[in-house]
């Protein structure tokens, strides 16, 4: 079924892909998330900061998303009481 | 632990077992990686989907029936995630401080990278991300993935005709772009497949 096409495809596909290997933290940063999970999965934008070595990036990033969490709160309370 | 089926994992995830998490992951974390890769061209985007499959994984794991294989459920919510994070892409801009990371060179992942060294790798990740998204994911999954026409039926929920169309337009876009027209063999017809 395969043909000369099919396999250039797929050997280009497989070769570009092949050379990127998932990240050496993943593991132990998943065991983390998982273990200290809350009752929904943070947006996928504040996993990317974790283990940036820029820590101040990182500080940045979890500032922003408590400072969202508790702005967000009062706010969907007052639409709700309008 | 880590020579159980998938299946006896899954038991153990729902039973609250973080360790037999890892094993999964360990075992699958390429195939879930690179699909997303494909499909977004983007290794940050890759590594964030692959936490949040496995998070997923975690959070909805007693949703999941143990009888049944898991690797149809990783590409279904791999493709799922990868398809969304493409449209948001598409539908915002690209975040500034992303934007000035790229411009003073720190950028850790400007679009198709010049790490690229094969000209035919150059060549098929510009043309994959140059399809529309519905013919890309079928696309990775026949290509990248080996699957059959009617795994990725199941996996995306359409019919096999659809899979069928999609693949043949697919290829058909990847060939003018790669060059390969002036091949010599006759074009595969998906519809006696």
Known sequence: MSNLVDATIRQALKGWVGQHEPPA????????????????????SSFRRFDQPAPSR??????????????????????QVA | M??????????????????????????HRRLVYRTALAITSDTEAAADLLQDVFLRLHRFAHNIDPCRPLEPWLYRMTTNLSYDWVKRRKRWPRPLEDLADWLIGTGKNPP?????????????????????????????????????LQEISEILE??????????????????????LEQDMVPDLNFEQS
């Open chain 1, 58 to 79: 990182g500080a940045a990033s979890l500032a922003t998303s408590m400072v969202a969490e508790v702005v967000q709160s009062p706010l969907l309370w007052m639409f």
């Open chain 2, 2 to 27: 880590l020579h159980q089926t998938d299946q006896a994992l899954v038991i153990q995830i729902q039973q609250g077992n973080l360790e037999a998490l890892g094993v999964l992951y360990d075992r």
């Open chain 1, 25 to 44: 933290t993943g593991r132990a940063r998943l065991l983390l998330l998982a273990a200290t999970s809350t009752p929904r999965v943070a947006h996928i």
């Open chain 2, 158 to 179: 359409v019919p096999i005709g659809t899979v069928k169309s999609r693949l043949y337009y697919g290829r058909l876009a990847l060939k003018r772009s790669m060059g």
């Open chain 2, 112 to 148: 198709y990278e010049s790490v690229e060294s094969n000209d035919e790798w150059v060549q098929v990740q510009r043309a994959v991300a140059a399809l529309p998204l519905p013919q890309r994911v079928v696309v990775v999954l026949y290509y990248l993935n080996d699957l059959a």
